[in-house]
């Protein structure tokens, strides 16, 4: 590999630790024979193995390839579908070849630093009488290694080709990242493995007396999601069509294992929901059998006294279910892109009507009040009150986004930055407007372990 292309790479480094895929890039490495599978092991066990010191090791192991490497690696990454990693590579790779100059050191000239002309009555003049002789000074010469600061790169000279805008915030992002990250004052810690379990309760048929349809596209919600928790080193388990006492057994058995050599629990609901009475926490989930178990209850069976075992450490819970029965037609923006204006499907609503009075979510135990709720963290699909949109075809709009959400930014962003950016995503769609939210009370950021 010639040096342009070594310091391409190096340039780079950091946009590839943020965004290059290597999960599905080992193969396609060997069938090129890039790497032969002993470097690729060696490369996967890098550091602490995680997904960054993987790709770090990479880049490095890059440079050693030969001068077909960096074309090789660029159409890797086209095979993976990492299209616009592949893309900025070949397009900078071409400017540096059409302008070998932005690569090469200055010219420049060495410069000679003597004792600036000044003879020892010079200085006894301006200083009074000398009681020793001033040494004669030898002049220094500088050439253009030493004018450069010890870890200065050679673009950051180039008179006429600029430097990628976001170099500096990408490495500022990245080091703040990592700081947080091994800082426990900071973060939690996620090194378990697995670690965690998730629960994923999934009601997509109702019965007849409860007037609840069924919900068409949850399955494809559920697949994704328990995909996505198990990438995440999760131990995900799937429950399906539960009525609400099997829900709140399936909760309870979970609290009650031993989560003492784990770091974090995720309950995932996915089914009917509604507006209902609360002190706390805003909603309630309906089981196949029409009754409610509202998010309350579902969120004080994993406090401190029935779950000791997760004490100090995060319980996330995503619940994909209206709020109520709300149509938000939004107001009229100029930024609003047409595509997220006609969905090009009909998509159904989990919204059920809510009715003041006595009911099953006035019970006692669904209202009851919760110990200091530290570590709880409960992101809700849409606004309380609102209905929550799900496409028959595609599954909802929330859970669709929060997968692509966690797949492209979980590796370097907090668990809060993530769903500001569905929150975000998911607001622009459709005709009627959907906005998702969370109530937060973890003490810490949360970085998922990848």
């Not at 607001?427 to 973890?442: D, E, R």
């Amino acid at each position: 590999m010639d040096e342009a292309d070594r310091q391409l790479l190096r340039r780079c480094r950091v946009r590839l630790v943020r965004e290059l895929q290597v999960a599905s890039l080992w193969d396609v490495l060997l069938s090129r024979q890039l790497f032969t599978p002993a470097m690729i092991e060696d490369i996967q066990h890098a550091g602490s193995g995680s997904r960054s010191d993987q790709v770090r090791q990479l880049v490095i192991d890059l440079e050693t390839r030969g001068s077909q490497a960096l074309p090789l690696f660029i159409s890797c990454l086209e095979d993976t579908d990492q299209d616009v990693l592949a893309s900025f590579l070949r397009m900078s790779r071409q400017e540096e070849k059409q302008n070998p100059e932005a690569v090469r050191p200055l010219n420049l000239r060495p410069v000679v630093l003597g004792p600036m002309g000044l003879t020892p009555e010079d200085l006894r003049e301006k200083t009074g009488p000398l009681k020793s002789t001033p040494r004669k000074l030898a002049p220094v010469v500088l050439g253009p290694e030493q004018l450069w600061p010890a870890k200065l790169r050679p673009e950051v000279l180039r008179p006429e080709v600029p430097r990628p805008v976001d170099n500096c915030s990408d490495v500022c992002d990245v080091c703040a990242q990592e700081i947080s990250k091994q800082n426990p004052d900071l973060a939690y810690a996620l090194n378990a493995d697995p670690c965690g379990h998730c629960l994923i309760i999934n009601n997509v048929n109702f019965c007849l007396e409860s007037r609840l349809t069924a919900r068409t596209g949850s399955n494809i919600d559920c697949e994704k999601l328990q995909r996505r928790f198990r990438l995440l080193h999760f131990t995900v388990e799937v429950k399906c069509d539960l009525m609400a006492k099997q829900m709140v057994q399936a909760l309870v058995e979970l609290a009650r294992r031993d989560h003492s050599g784990l770091d974090c629990c995720v309950v995932v609901v996915l089914s009917h929901g509604c507006q209902a009475s609360h002190r706390q926490f805003p909603g309630a989930v309906y089981g196949t059998d029409g009754c409610l178990v509202s998010i309350e209850k579902i969120v004080n069976i994993f406090n401190g006294a029935s779950c000791p075992s997760l004490g100090g450490k995060p319980k996330l819970f995503f619940i994909q279910a209206c709020g109520g029965e709300q149509k938000d037609h939004g107001f009229e923006v100029a930024c609003a892109s047409p595509e997220d204006r006609t969905s090009g499907s009909d998509p159904e609503s989990d919204a059920v009507l809510f009715q003041e009075g006595p009911g099953p979510f006035d019970q006692p135990d669904a209202v009851s009040s919760l110990p200091t709720p530290s570590d709880i963290f409960v992101s809700y699909s849409t606004f309380p009150g609102f209905v929550s949109w799900r496409d028959t075809r595609r599954g909802s709009w929330y859970v669709e986004t929060l997968d692509g959400v966690f797949e492209q930014w979980a590796h370097s962003e907090d668990l809060q930055t993530l769903l500001l950016r569905v929150a975000n995503a998911v607001s622009q769609k459709g005709i009627y407007k959907q906005i998702p939210g969370c109530f937060n009370f973890l003490r810490k950021k949360l970085f998922f372990k990848m």
